[in-house]
């Protein structure tokens, strides 16, 4: 029985920290690049990369069709609505994402309750002067490289690709080089959700699915006003306001060309919740039991194998893809990233006279940034809604998305260099309120 909990224990520890996401990512790069179609296996088994692109833009209403005239029309629907078929690629990005967004946006909503990271302006100052930093150091990185490279017209839409940090793998990382309760960890992840909630309004007003029909934002407000009437009427289960208010919201931003996998973000704030956080990733919110936390709750698994699919569905790019477009990305996150995260802090420190957590240098900051050059699932996002159409472009820069892992290892030779000893205390940041 002991054997069979600890199994269990493992296995939900893998799919909790995004094994299933890595499980996707690496399934789709094999199925791209033909490892699945060898003479060595049985032909019943054998993948081969025209049938990945089939299955991915498959409609469920339509049967599959041509892959050539699929690309072509989703070009033009982009152009005049925005509208396309139930494929498999849109019920994934579309649909299930709005999940994972979701989630999101309740982080950054709980974030700026009282206890929040966000709450209290003069603690949160330093990190959202750095997240600043780690937003517009990426862009000036990506979009100079495409002045030098004399690409602007091709890549220029993508500048908001290396600005993304992905939470749970950076929190991953930065807990290995600076141990557990390091103020360092509680200031990167301050840092990321800021970075969310600036990822949630750049997709929304950079990447319009086709030009923005304001009159559907009337049913978003209806949405949100519905939502508040649920919340007065002291409705409790997440499901009311997510089949009601949630739906008119998605069905708004789908209609009113936003991407649709933020549809869900609106009504967020108005589901009833706690009145205090206790910190991102902090075990004591697993005893919560509001509305909003419910709701986490219900769908936080079900999101991780929503995510294993999106993995699936947009990482499977061949190797060849590395171009132009990977590299502007890369430089974005690896060089941008981090340098415009220590400028920032010092600006911070030295211009506004403001001050670093107890117990961090500038050593922990440059290591911190790397950390946060870490894009992968926001920056494979943005990839897609950056470059609509598939081709060689949109997966040179996805690319780009996948390998900025590379920040993971860079990260530990430079806290090595710098002789950063791993903190030994007990508590996590989340649990001890260092985020606070």
Not at 23 to 40: D, H, K
Not at 350 to 376: C, N, Q, S, W
Request: charge should be negative; hydrophobic fraction near 50%.
């Amino acid at each position: 029985m002991t054997g069979h909990t600890q199994k269990h224990g493992i296995i939900r520890t893998l799919i909790d920290n995004s094994f299933l996401l890595i499980a996707g990512t690496l399934f789709a790069l094999l199925w791209a690049n033909g490892a699945f179609n060898l003479n060595s296996l049985p032909e019943g088994l054998r993948l081969t990369p025209e049938q990945y692109i089939d299955f991915i833009e498959f409609d469920l209403a339509g049967g599959a069709e041509d892959v050539h005239e699929e690309s072509s029309q989703v070009a033009d629907d982009h152009e005049s609505g925005g509208h396309h078929g139930l494929t498999i690629h849109f019920i994934i990005n579309d649909i299930f994402m709005a999940l994972f967004f979701a989630i999101a946006a309740k982080e950054v909503w709980e974030s700026m309750l009282p206890g929040g990271a966000l709450s209290n302006p003069r603690k949160a100052a330093t990190p959202l002067l750095a997240t600043f930093g780690g937003i517009a150091g990426p862009a000036l990185v990506y979009l100079g490289g495409c002045l030098l490279t004399g690409q602007m017209s091709v890549f220029a839409d993508g500048w908001a690709v290396p600005c993304a940090t992905d939470i749970a793998f950076s929190y991953l990382i930065a807990r290995v080089i600076f141990g557990n309760g390091h103020p360092a960890i509680a200031f990167l992840l301050l840092l990321a959700i800021a970075d969310d909630a600036a990822g949630l309004i750049i997709l929304a007003v950079a990447y319009p699915q086709a030009p923005v029909e304001v009159k559907w934002f009337l049913l978003t407000a209806a949405a949100m006003i519905l939502a508040r009437f649920f919340k007065r009427a002291r409705i409790q289960s997440h499901w009311a306001y997510l089949i009601g208010p949630g739906v008119m919201s998605w069905f708004s931003f789908y209609e009113a060309n936003i991407h649709a996998a933020l549809g869900l973000v609106p009504i967020i704030p108005f589901i009833p919740h706690a009145h205090t956080d206790l910190g991102i990733f902090a075990k004591q919110e697993l005893h919560r039991d509001d509305t909003l936390n419910e709701f986490e709750h219900f769908w936080k698994l079900p999101v991780e194998f929503f995510l294993g699919f999106f993995g699936l569905a947009n990482a499977g790019v061949v190797f060849s893809s590395v171009g132009t477009g990977t590299w502007l990305v890369l430089a974005g996150l690896l060089i941008g990233k981090p340098l415009g995260i220590t400028l920032m802090t010092l600006l911070a420190e030295k211009g506004f006279k403001l001050e670093k957590p107890a117990g961090m240098d500038y050593r922990h900051v440059v290591t911190l940034g790397m950390v946060a050059g870490i894009g992968f699932t926001v920056a494979l996002f943005v990839s897609v809604a950056a470059f609509k159409v598939a081709g060689p472009v949109q997966d040179s820069v996805k690319m780009g998305a996948l390998l900025s892992f590379a920040a993971a290892p860079l990260a530990v030779i430079i806290g090595k260099a710098l002789r950063i000893q791993p903190n030994q205390a007990i508590e996590t940041a989340s649990e001890s309120h260092t985020a606070d």
